[in-house]
C-alpha cells in the first residue's frame, strides 16, 4: 500500500445500498402514492444521488422525502457490505494507516457503521451534521487533511462527486465500480475493494 490515509465514501463504496435504497424508493411510490416506476430506473437515478432521484421522479409528491428516508432508515439497521470492505479497513489499519469517512448522511451513519462492524476501523466520520458543503465541493477533505496532514492522502468512492471532489482537494482518487457505467477520470480504477491494498 503506498497510500498514508484512505478518506471513504460510505453508499455504493463500502455499503452496497442502492439495491436496498431502491427497492425502499419504489415501493413508497407505488405503495403510499399509486405511482409505478422502474427498479432500474430508481437504481440509475440514486447512483446520481438522492436528490436527484426524488426531481425525477417525486417531485410534486407531498412529505415524499421524509417517508422514503424513514423506510430507508429501517433497512439500513442490517447494513450490507460490498465483498472484502471489512478485510481492506483492518489491513489498512494494521498496516498503521487511517481511515477517514465522508458522508452525505447525518449521524445515521454512525449507527450503520457499528451495525456492519466496521465503526472501530474509522479515525474520524465526517457527516452532514459537520455542516459542510456537499461534495463535489472539496471542503469536508480540506478539513480532514488540515486537520491529520497526512503524506499520502487517497480519495475511494463509486461516483464522479466523490472523484471530483478529491481532484478538488488536489489529492489523489480511486474510483470503485464493478461495472464502469461512468467515464470517470480517476487515478485508479478497482472492480472489486481488495484491488485497493495493491495500489
Do not use: C
Not at 134 to 149: D, F, G, H, M, V
Amino acid at each position: 500500500m503506498s497510500y498514508t490515509d484512505y478518506i471513504w465514501d460510505l453508499g455504493g463504496t463500502l455499503l452496497d445500498n442502492y439495491q436496498t435504497s431502491a427497492t425502499a424508493f419504489g415501493a413508497v411510490l407505488a405503495e403510499d402514492f399509486g405511482l409505478e416506476v422502474s427498479y432500474e430506473a430508481i437504481y440509475q437515478a440514486l447512483r446520481v444521488s438522492t436528490e436527484f432521484a426524488v426531481a425525477q421522479f417525486a417531485a410534486d409528491l407531498p412529505d415524499f422525502t421524509a417517508i422514503y428516508k424513514k423506510r430507508e432508515s429501517k433497512a439500513l439497521r442490517d447494513p450490507v457490505l460490498f465483498p472484502d470492505a471489512a478485510h481492506v479497513l483492518a489491513t489498512i489499519v494494521a498496516a498503521g494507516h487511517r481511515n477517514l469517512m465522508i458522508s452525505h448522511r447525518n449521524h445515521q451513519v454512525l449507527d450503520i457503521l457499528k451495525a456492519a462492524g466496521i465503526a472501530e476501523y474509522f479515525t474520524e466520520v465526517v457527516t452532514a451534521s459537520n455542516g459542510f458543503a456537499r461534495k463535489p465541493n472539496p471542503e469536508s477533505i480540506q478539513y480532514l487533511l488540515a486537520k491529520y496532514q497526512p503524506r499520502r492522502p487517497v480519495m475511494i468512492g463509486d461516483r464522479a462527486i466523490d472523484i471530483l471532489a478529491g481532484q478538488n482537494a488536489h489529492i489523489e482518487t480511486i474510483y470503485f465500480a464493478s461495472n464502469d457505467q461512468e467515464t470517470v477520470q480517476a487515478t485508479h480504477h478497482i472492480k472489486t475493494l481488495a484491488d485497493i491494498l495493491t495500489l
